[in-house]
């Protein structure tokens, strides 16, 4: 069969697109214990013990530290837990979220 005499034929193209990815970003207080930090850090994010610490300190002497990127639910509900943990101690400690640019 003659591919000239027949329709044109049409041509699907796919792309894949990765979701966005969302910073979360922990913020630096005057109350929290450095040591709380580092644990949660560990618990919420899978730190080890020198990436936690190494995170901690760095909010501590410039306010704030990007912790982690992930798709946009897994950052809200990782910074949401996260916070919680500080607020269940009674601690300010706060973790939010923004887009990466
Ligand atoms: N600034 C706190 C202190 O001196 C420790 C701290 C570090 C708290 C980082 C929050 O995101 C934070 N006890």
Redesign the pocket.
């Known amino acids: 069969m003659s591919r000239t005499l027949e329709s044109p034929r049409t041509v699907v193209q796919t792309t894949t697109k990765r979701p966005p990815l969302y910073k979360v970003i ?9 040591d ?2 580092v644990g949660v850090l560990k618990a919420v994010f899978r730190m080890s013990e020198e990436q936690a610490y190494a ?6 002497r410039r306010d ?2 990007v912790v982690a990127v992930f798709a946009r639910d897994v950052a809200e509900t990782k910074a949401t837990e996260a916070t919680d943990l500080g607020k269940q101690a009674g ?1 300010p ?2 973790f939010t979220t923004e887009p990466e640019t």
């Open positions: 922990l913020l630096n207080d005057d109350y929290t214990p450095r709380f930090v995170v901690m300190i760095t909010a501590h704030a530290c601690y400690l706060f």
